[in-house]
């Protein structure tokens, strides 16, 4: 079948339905990463959002298992690619990318020209948009929703290392499995608490040592009550890391500010420089909004090189940062891996 992206600024663009023969609505966004397209799929952070890949390959090395993804279903709203391959050879393979995305009904287009439509993107910025396949529908902003709520966990998650070992609490806004295995991998007990669950006044069977807010999607104004409860966390001393949406969301708790950004960054080639040292470090990232008042107290850690947006926050005195990339590195690189020890170390 045939299908047509529709842009809210009225552009049409007809392109060969290989997902679900259904229609999709968002805000329409382009990754310009050569790989790792299983992961992204399944990036909470990208709930909501049409994800236009400008890499002309997509599908060759099919879908690994699911205990390989980043969360439990595909959370894009649509995928449009330039060039599909339905015939993947990889040993981990399990399905082809068209068989996935229509067992969970997620539609897709074949549009040639993706680099025009991501030009289009740069220029008049992230943009809502729908993929018509057959039915016609509406369009849909997801910045005008509380995304977070949708994508957290429910319950409480215990991951026991060891009864001795430091223990952290990882409040899910919408985190990337990987920041469990990157933790867990370092002999960290990891507590894994919804959105809103209240840290600092909850009771638990260990020590809490230190926080990790993770990454997840949309407004990070939206997510106030997490804001709220990350204050309680700074007032009582414990060591706090933010990733992604975390860094924003820490950066409103301590008095500063967020705005969005024309059109985000998402890719696994974005530079960001480590402030007073002469280091650039190539990230994994995943985000439409970013800190644009760094807080009283915190300094700049990290800066993206192309837009000298900010890319990370550390305090000046307590062990409290946050970075704007995913030092998780699924997909890669994983330059910055180190993060998670520089945290561990400071607990």
Known sequence: MTGKLILKNGLGIEGKSFGADISGAGEVVFSTGMMGYPESLTDPSYKGQ??????PLIGNYGIPDKN????????????????????????????????????EKIPALEIKDTRF???IIREKGAMLGKIEIG???????????????????????????????????LI?????????????????????????????????DYKVDGV????????????????????????????????????QLLALAAGGDTAKLKYGHRSQNQPAKMEGSPRCFITTQNHGFDVSVIPPGF??????????????????????????????????????????????QKL
């Open 299 to 344: 300094k700049v850690w990290f800066t993206n090189a192309n837009d000298e947006s900010n890319e990370g926050i550390i305090h000046k005195n307590k062990p409290i940062m946050s970075v704007q990339f995913h030092p998780e590195a699924t997909p890669g690189p994983q330059d910055t891996e180190w993060i998670f020890d520089y945290f561990i």
């Open 117 to 119: 439509l991501t030009q």
């Open 172 to 204: 899910d806004c919408g985190a990337k499995r990987n920041i469990q295995r990157a933790l867990f991998q370092r002999g960290i007990n990891v507590i894994t608490v919804p959105w809103d669950f209240d840290v600092a006044g909850a009771k638990f």
């Open 68 to 103: 390989l993804w980043e969360s439990g279903k595909i959370q894009v709203s649509g995928l449009i690619v330039s060039d599909y391959i339905d015939t993947p050879y990889h040993f981990q393979s399990k399905q082809t990318l068209s068989q996935w995305l229509k067992s």
């Open 212 to 247: 990790v807010i993770s990454n997840g999607p949309g407004n990070p104004k939206l997510v106030g009550q997490t804001v709220g409860n990350i204050k309680k966390i700074i007032s009582a001393n414990i060591p706090i890391l933010g990733v992604c949406l975390g860094n």
């Open 135 to 169: 039915k016609k529908i509406d369009f849909y902003d997801p910045n005008a929703e509380n995304l977070v709520a949708l994508v957290s966990t429910k319950h409480v998650e215990i991951q026991l290392f060891d009864k001795n070992a430091k223990t952290v609490v």
């Open 50 to 55: 049409i994800l236009v890949l400008t890499y």
